[in-house]
């Protein structure tokens, strides 16, 4: 745990700042969260918890979630539910520095620190924001990531859309004619959650495609994460 973290006056004033106030408490909290609490590291890369969260901030899981989601929208922060790694893109630029000379002795420590983390979905994505701000061009991408992670909290293109494969039964997922019943009314409906639902699914099916089993109990993580209720999840498993 750090003994200290940098906030800068302009967390409230600057353009960001206002971005996040006008987005609420919850994820303006949530914000000065994820720059101090004891899990986070001078990269702005890091293991958290959603339970964690909830514990040191006195936020429920939905205004949590809600409070990730909105970080997400602004490009603050981004968060992987499946991992639980956080990832806040300009974090670096504010505990270490904006830039680094190309003889700082700080770039070794980065460096063995961010080997930890070549398995995390964002270390592509950390290399590609300060490759040349702190001077990591003798650091391999890992290929295993083919392209950027993209946060489950950004909208989809179109509603609708990746409903991905393999979702097997359990969470009114079903089979057969039900399921694209199912699928028909989730892409027709006006309603925001269910269009939420029918992305995260996708997403969450993309995730196991690759031969990972389908565990319900952890797709409604990724779902309550996503920002869909808990209500909802309930009225789906009971009408299924």
């Known amino acids: 745990m750090r003994n200290y973290a940098r906030i800068s006056p302009k967390f409230w004033i600057g353009e960001t700042g206002k971005k996040l106030r006008k987005m609420g408490s919850d994820t303006q909290l949530l914000a000065l969260y994820l720059l101090s609490c004891p899990s986070s590291t001078m990269l702005g890369l890091y293991y958290l918890p959603l339970v964690t969260i909830c514990h040191e901030t006195g936020l429920s899981e939905e205004g949590a979630s809600k409070g990730l989601r909105r970080a997400s929208e602004g490009a603050f922060a981004y968060y992987d ?143 309550i994460t996503g920002g869909v209720s808990k209500q909802f999840i309930d009225q789906r498993q009971n009408n299924g």
Not at 168 to 178: D, I, P
Not at 179 to 197: A, I, P, V
């Open 81 to 223: 539910p499946l991992s639980e790694y956080v990832f806040v893109p300009e974090m670096a630029s504010y505990q270490i520095e904006p830039v680094l000379n190309s003889g700082d002795n700080r770039i070794k420590g980065i460096k063995k620190e961010l080997e930890s983390l070549r398995k995390t979905p964002f270390f592509n994505d950390f290399l590609d924001r300060y490759r040349d701000d702190f001077h990591l061009h003798d650091v391999p991408k890992n290929e295993d990531l083919s392209k950027p992670l993209r946060s489950p909290f950004e909208a989809p293109s179109k509603p609708g859309t990746g409903t991905g494969t393999g979702e097997g039964t359990g969470t009114g997922e079903g089979t057969g004619k039900r399921k694209r019943e199912e699928d028909d009314f989730l892409t027709k409906s006006k309603s925001k959650e269910d269009k939420l639902y029918l992305q995260l699914r996708g997403e969450y099916g993309k995730k196991v495609a690759g031969g990972k089993k389908w565990d319900d109990a952890e797709f409604e993580k990724f779902l």
